[in-house]
């Protein structure tokens, strides 16, 4: 045990040579490819299993954004500072050193070690008897032996004092050195906390942030894989994965905002939603009759609690047969979702996998005569496993024919009404045990089994039901996903699955949206309130306070849990909640137009302190505060009983929003939070779109514009278009170029104008200041 490699893994350097940006390493035992993808970009390939990557994340269109942006190759021979023979790879920016042995240690272009391979055996700094380990794996635990016989490894040198972000959705901290992880989707109703090692989603991409220089490390392997960070040793980092090829993305940059651009060119960047899309959603798994979604559609209009959506979960379908309508509870087809959108209403519908198995039902006939489930490891049965429905056939994603038939399945859908669709059990979740290993699928043409597919089961389902709603409708698809893959971020938004109602929960939201999105997925939430178990009037109002910037805006609770619609909760709730919601839309231009730029740079909304003040330590692990884009910072209330909140400031001047009141940064404050305010701070030279009154967004878009402007004056950019459709890309939208100068006048330059898309009535200056 734990033998997995010496001072050298593949033999010495046989030959090599370099062609155009790729580089082949034949070393005794193995080959090697290096490709400069561009100047900041660098794939070590190391072909263990297939030839070819066979990425599921970095699709042709992303390949080629992220490799125009250019490259400047030069290969040479050396003979390193240990005698070892070396190849040097390196760019404007990066040098890659290839040693004897199969070692890629990465180096800046002023020669400063970035990132060495690790070289000797691993060194487990805690080991657990033989009879522990046994008593844990009895309790279904994993152990660390799991993780040391892998066939795909690699084991990196660390700082002691480099800090380790990313990994997507793990229920952990921003800084998640000293923790372990597992790559490997998984549905787990009980309460999350920091010692889980998977979630949901697997993201196997690290930013790892050095005292002088941030860097990433994108381990593109949808199989099971681990990550030890630091953890058994505090000298390194070690990742391995049970099969696939070692396919390591160096992404340089510098910082971490260079580093989630070069990240979101490989694999993608969220596409603009539709503007309702961001505004607030009202949810519950067991609003169960049209006389349920109703009442609670009519009581947010009644209570003036703006609200787009309230969503449709799994007992709208027919005995949760998916893509039916359950006529008894909900009444005629579309007659509902007519009602319901004549209120202004959208409708967003929960569909699941798991197909019941049934004899005369379309989906069950459809997917069996043409073959389109999984098939059990002797390839003859479809494989059968059950989930609400009973027995149920699981589609086989990977085929482009199989996302194409649900797809049309998807366009019933849309032609009956639906705005969204949530994709739900994707992971995939299943009640009769796991899927077995090898349970048969696709990749496309080619045939594989579910340890290749598990990780990327969500994904292909997002990728089917975001491709036909583009294509059906027009429309900037919403698709909300629970289970992805890195690259998801192309088709879906995501939430982050059962949370539950307790203090914890609430505080681990802003770690966990931060950090999906420094992973590339601006568009998340949580379920506000707590998905599991019951809320209390002080945990709401402060959910909906620290929610109340996020992309994914959503309050939904469990059948069986209290029932979680702010009104629930007396009249004090209400008042804080329409306050914060209202806050929410007050904002709405804002992250619209954070979503406009994401298109281009990956940045997320919601985004850590570190992110934008890389040079300030106490940043580095400030798991209560975060930003909104660069101009605004939050820092909610996230303990029960807390009417002060510790607020760290970074250097420079803040005003408090709303009163005006100038702070200077650089330093802890306390401030007051009575249990309706959260402390909010906008940035001196800020200029911030914001609207006025609005109830809630429907298709018509408010005409008003207000500058929240803090003394001094700024500049921004502001966007405007249809907020649903495609017409942007062909130039029908307004860009403003906004300034207002040190006296508050404002100066406007209008980049671009369309005439299909209507001016301000009125655009307004309000100074952030206290009078
Ligand atoms: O087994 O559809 O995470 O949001 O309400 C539970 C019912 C299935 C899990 C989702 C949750 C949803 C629930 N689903």
Known sequence: MGEI?????????????TKGNETEIIFENQRMIVTVINDEIINVFVPIWSEDHRSKAIE?????????????????????????????????????????????????KDGKLISAEYRENRKPIKTLGIWEMELLRAEGHTVADTVLNKPVNDVRRIDLDERLYGLGDKMSFLDKRSYEYENWNTDDPSAHNEQYHSLYKS????????????????????????????????????????????????????????????????????????????GYHQCRWGYSSTKDIMEVADKFRELDIPCESVQFDIDYMDGYRVFTWNEKDYGPKGKLFKELSE??????????????????????????????????????????????????????????????WWGSHVNDLTDMGVDAIWNDMNEPASFNGPLPLDVIGHDEDRETTHRELHNVYGHFMSKATYEAMKEHTGKRPLVITRACYSGSQKYAAVWTGDNQSLWPHLAMMIPQLCTLGMCGFSICGVDIGGFGTDSTPELLSRWIEAASFATFFRNHSANGSIRQEPWKFGERTV????????????????????????????????????????????????NDEFMVGDKILVSPVVNPGETVKKVYLPKGTWYRYPDGEKIDGGRYILEDAPLDYMPVYIKEGSVIPTYKDISFVGEKLPDKLILLTTPGGGKCNHFKDSGTDYSYKKGKYNLYEFEVDREGKLNLNIVNESQDVEQYSEIAINILKKT
């Open 343 to 404: 209120k202004g209403f959208k409708q967003v519908v929960i569909i699941d996998p798991g197909t019941k198995r049934e004899e005369g039902y379309f989906m069950y006939e459809e997917g069996t005569k043409n073959g389109y489930f999984f098939k059990d490891s002797d390839g003859k049965n479809d494989y059968v496993n059950a989930v609400w429905p009973g027995d149920a056939n699981y589609p086989d994603f990977g085929r482009d024919e199989v996302r194409k």
């Open 60 to 108: 042709k269109e992303d390949y080629e954004r992220a490799s125009s942006k250019g490259c400047c190759v030069e290969s040479a021979e050396k003979i390193n500072e240990f005698g070892e023979k070396s190849v040097e790879i390196s760019t404007s920016e990066i040098k890659l050193i290839i040693t004897d042995g199969g070692f890629a240690d990465f180096y800046s």
């Open 203 to 278: 993201i196997p991409f690290l930013i790892c942030k050095k005292r002088s220089y941030t860097y990433g490390l994108f381990y593109d392997n949808t199989f099971h894989s681990y990550f030890d960070l630091a953890k058994e040793n505090p000298e390194y980092m070690a990742y391995s994965a049970e099969d696939g090829n070692l396919d390591l993305y160096f992404i340089g940059g510098g910082n971490i905002k260079k580093v989630v651009e070069n990240y979101t060119d490989l694999t993608g960047k969220t596409p603009l939603p539709q503007l309702w899309t961001l």
């Open 575 to 622: 008042e804080i909640y329409r306050k914060y919601v209202k806050q929410h839309y007050t904002f709405l231009p804002y992250l619209y137009d954070l979503m406009y730029e994401e298109q281009t740079t990956g940045l997320p909304v919601m985004r850590p302190l570190v992110m934008e003040y890389e040079d300030d330590e106490n940043t580095y692990n400030l």
């Open 5 to 17: 490699k010496g001072m050298n893994k593949y033999g010495n350097i046989k030959e090599w040579k």
